[in-house]
């Protein structure tokens, strides 16, 4: 049985993709950053991706149970509207925590794994902001800037070892 860890299954995106993922068929791990009611199909490990030690012990806990991870789906986010000028560093420092630094932090907590099984599937949850503009939501757009480079660039890195990396861009 094929392995699957989506981050962010609190909600939206990472909530349905985790749902779809167990109903075809994959043992799917949920991260969360506190509890919630548990879902029946996907098993919730509980990380913070703005830990890297959270990350880790998330990470080696769903080896542990599981033997291997064959899809890495980075959906955990948050979005920030307010204007250019009036977002401070300290606000855009976090949203990067969150939606790059976590992307990153996760990567690198399977990649390994992956190379070694000479296969696997990381999807990264962008938004068209990744490459359209929109008022109001510069830091937002800029951290989906990141990870459309991150992703494009990884994929690349990672491909003659069998893992691929794709980008899915919703809009809103």
């Known amino acids: 049985m094929k392995v699957a860890v989506v981050t962010g ?9 985790a749902a779809k993922l167990a109903k075809s068929g994959y043992r799917t791990f949920g991260t969360v950053r506190s509890a919630i009611d548990s879902h029946s199909d996907i ?5 913070d991706v703005r830990d890297r030690d959270s990350v880790e012990e998330g ?23 307010s204007a ?6 300290e606000e855009a420092r976090e949203l990067f925590e969150t939606n790059v630094f976590g992307v990153m932090r996760m990567t690198q907590a399977v990649l390994p794994a992956m190379r070694a099984q000479r296969s696997g599937r990381i ?3 962008s938004s068209v902001l ?14 989906k800037h990141a990870v459309e480079g991150y992703s494009e660039s990884l994929d690349h890195e ?12 919703p809009g809103f």
């Open 9 to 17: 299954v609190s909600s939206g995106i990472g909530q349905a993709t």
């Open 59 to 81: 990470i080696a806990s769903i080896f542990e149970r599981a033997g291997r991870i064959d899809v890495l789906v980075n959906s955990a986010g948050s979005a920030l509207i």
């Open 158 to 169: 990672v491909r003659n070892f069998g893992v691929r990396v794709i980008v899915v861009e």
């Open 123 to 125: 999807i990264n949850i």
């Open 84 to 89: 250019a000028e009036e977002t401070s560093t």
């Open 130 to 143: 990744g490459f359209l503009p929109a008022p109001f939501m510069s830091a937002y757009a800029a951290t």
């Open 43 to 47: 098993e919730l490990v509980r990380v």
